[in-house]
């Protein structure tokens, strides 16, 4: 029996930029919407989802989703960007265009040029006279290389790294217990802010004829928090519309969890390091109702399995929407919460997939000769 297809484990700008993808959605590019289907399908991997879930997700087949999965592993963020082939032979070299991104990457200063930035004419000059490697490009086709390689011209951003101490001891509990016992696991974050005001998205109409939503100038009913809950065993999605972020809301999320699996045995729940998810009262509750709190490392709320299933929530909810107030935006939102998990997978495929993975573990450990681990 082969081992269950899995995401390698993201680097911190791996796991923010899919984040940032899913969660922005499709635009009006060509290879967009191809780039965030796949990106939903990585981003879901690495919260811990299986391949059946993922299919359903990003609605397509699980072969396809087990073949996107390899191929990030093996080539990175690059293999979510569609290649299509064509055109006349190439009269530049593969060699070539590697040190036309390189020097693009470069900043002009180390190469003794006097300029903080690249512009298109100043680095086809460089590239033309240079004493490592002579290119001759002109500016249209620089322009295409540097495209073609995901070298756009952008602004200067500030950025953070997780600068969790614990981050890999984190990553690693939350793997084990979504894979030990992911009848038992849970996950919960805030989805927000939710703001009455038009939203555009995309849909089906005639061409050069889309669907028009009105301007809208004045925000006048402020926002809103959707707490949702996610269990991993069940693949249900649930949750319940507040006005704000707050302790006491985290713990009536949390209630509702245990709410799930009233046998008294341990559950774990999955959430970020947001000052609303800790506290006396919550850290008391938590250890009286054995109740787990796996939180994520700081900076990586991609580890959370319930950030896959926020994309499509905005994408069918949101986008492309223009809802009244807020008690419309909340039963919409409750009616798509309804259809989802009136489509979820079977319980016979989810018993069948839980006894999948434990053949596949055992034969693993029997092949390598470890003892199994005990699940906590």
């Known amino acids: 029996m082969s081992e269950r297809v899995r995401v390698r484990r993201l680097t911190h700008e791996e796991g923010q930029a899919l984040q940032r993808i899913v969660r922005r959605g499709a635009d009006k590019s060509p290879g967009s919407h191809v780039r965030w289907r796949r990106a939903v399908v990585i981003h879901a991997s690495a919260g811990g989802n299986s391949v059946p879930v993922i299919a359903q997700l990003a609605a397509t087949s699980p072969d396809r989703v087990r073949e996107m999965i390899h191929r990030f592993n093996e080539s990175g963020m690059v293999s979510l960007d569609p290649q299509w082939a064509g055109g006349r032979p190439r009269r530049i070299t593969t060699d070539d265009e590697a040190f036309i991104v390189e020097t693009a ?3 002009p200063r180390k190469l003794a ?16 006279d240079n004493p490592t490697r002579v290119v001759q490009v002109g500016r249209q086709r620089l322009h295409e290389i540097l495209t073609e390689s995901g070298i756009t011209f952008q602004r ?5 790294e997780s600068n969790d101490p614990d981050r890999d001891a984190k990553l690693d509990r939350i793997e084990h217990v979504a894979d030990k016992q992911p009848d038992r696991v849970f996950a919960f974050d805030e989805f927000g802010p939710l703001a009455i005001h038009p939203t555009g998205g995309a849909c089906w109409a005639p061409r050069s004829r889309p669907q028009r939503l009105r301007a809208n100038y004045n925000k006048l009913h402020g926002v809103r928090q959707f707490h949702g809950c996610y269990s991993v065993g069940d693949d249900e999605l649930w949750g319940v519309v507040r006005r704000r972020k707050s302790a006491a809301n985290t713990l009536a999320a949390l209630k509702t969890i245990r709410a799930r699996r009233p046998d008294g045995e341990p559950v774990y729940v999955i959430l970020d390091n947001l000052s609303a998810h800790k506290g006396t009262d919550i850290a008391r509750w938590a250890k009286r109702n054995k109740v787990e709190l796996c939180f994520t ?3 990586s709320s991609w580890a959370n399995p319930i950030e896959a299933h926020f994309g499509p929530l905005r994408e069918f909810v ?3 929407s223009d809802h009244p107030n807020h008690t419309v935006l909340t039963r919409r939102l409750h009616a798509y919460l309804r259809w989802r998990n009136a489509n979820k997978r079977s319980p016979e495929l989810l018993a069948a997939q839980r006894r999948e993975r434990a053949r596949t573990r ?6 390598w000769g470890r003892p199994a681990k005990a699940a906590a």
């Open 362 to 367: 055992a034969e693993r450990q029997q092949r």
């Open 156 to 160: 200067t951003k500030t950025w953070k």
């Open 105 to 107: 990457r470069t900043r």
């Open 113 to 128: 040029q006097p300029f903080t930035r690249w512009s298109i004419r100043k680095l086809a000059t460089y590239l033309a």
């Open 318 to 320: 949101l986008n492309n």
């Open 297 to 299: 490392p700081t900076y």
